[in-house]
């Protein structure tokens, strides 16, 4: 079935990058995405990556996918106190069930001075 | 632009108890979702709607979960009875494009 696996801890220093890795098992995915969730808030889209791309650069954020390794990673350039969050990696099945999203357990980000 | 609302924030309610989430999407957007999300876990889906048809809402509990989305804009979450493993944030989520879910804050649930 549909899996997606991230390490659940990350301490950066400030200035710092933060790379954030994730692995997932379907190969028929279609979207792979990057989601941020603040205390107390819902969960923000950072940014996605299709399927047939290896790499997407917004600003400070960085994504890389390895197709053959299934294997998905974000780094954050010049980490800030204001990066603090859970981070999730998620995958977008293809087939009839394009619009399913299957989130990771979540990488909590923290900033150490 | 306002993003989805959802209400109430939080709520504590007994066991066996009834509870209800509200939902609005943002303005335009078809699709909405319910996810539950577990302590330390992301996402996962109980119900997906295309305007007011549920297309996807084989994860969704039927025994004692219930949705409607009226007119295809706001739609409510209920819970009749309420269990202590339902305690868990519930969010609500709109797209135009399957591409990009916006999510709302959620409702905390508490059940004791």
């Known amino acids: 079935g549909e899996d997606v696996e991230q390490s659940l801890f990350l301490s950066v220093r400030e200035g710092d990058s933060s790379v954030i890795n994730c692995t997932y098992t379907?190969?028929?995915?279609?979207?792979l995405y990057w989601y941020k969730q603040e205390p107390g808030a819902g969960l923000q889209l950072l940014t996605y990556?299709?399927?047939?791309?290896d790499m997407k650069q917004d600003q400070r954020l960085t994504v890389l996918l390895n197709k053959k390794d299934k294997h998905l990673s974000l780094r954050i350039a010049d980490t800030q106190t204001g990066d603090s969050a859970i981070y999730f990696c998620?995958?977008?099945?293809?087939?009839?069930?394009?619009?399913?999203?299957?989130f990771g357990s979540g990488t909590r980000l923290s900033i150490r001075p | 632009e306002a993003g989805v609302v959802q209400s109430p924030r939080y709520k504590i309610i007994e066991k066996k108890q009834p509870v209800a989430f509200w939902c609005n999407p943002i303005?335009?957007?078809?699709?909405l979702y319910w996810y539950l999300q577990n302590l330390g876990q992301g996402p996962e889906l109980l119900i997906r709607?295309?305007?007011?048809?549920?297309?996807?809402d084989s994860q969704l509990p039927k025994d004692r979960f219930s949705a409607e989305r009226l007119k295809g804009v706001d739609s409510t979450l209920k819970i009749q009875p309420a269990e202590l493993g339902d305690s868990a944030v519930y969010l609500c989520?709109?797209?135009?494009?399957?591409?990009?879910?916006?999510f709302g804050p959620g409702t905390r649930l508490t059940v004791t």
């Open positions: 989520a709109s797209s135009s494009d399957t591409n990009e879910q916006y």
């Open positions: 379907d190969s028929s995915s279609t979207y």
């Open positions: 990556i299709f399927s047939n791309m």
């Open positions: 998620a995958e977008s099945p293809g087939g009839s069930s394009a619009s399913k999203i299957i």
């Open positions: 303005s335009g957007h078809n699709t």
């Open positions: 709607y295309e305007n007011e048809e549920a297309v996807d």
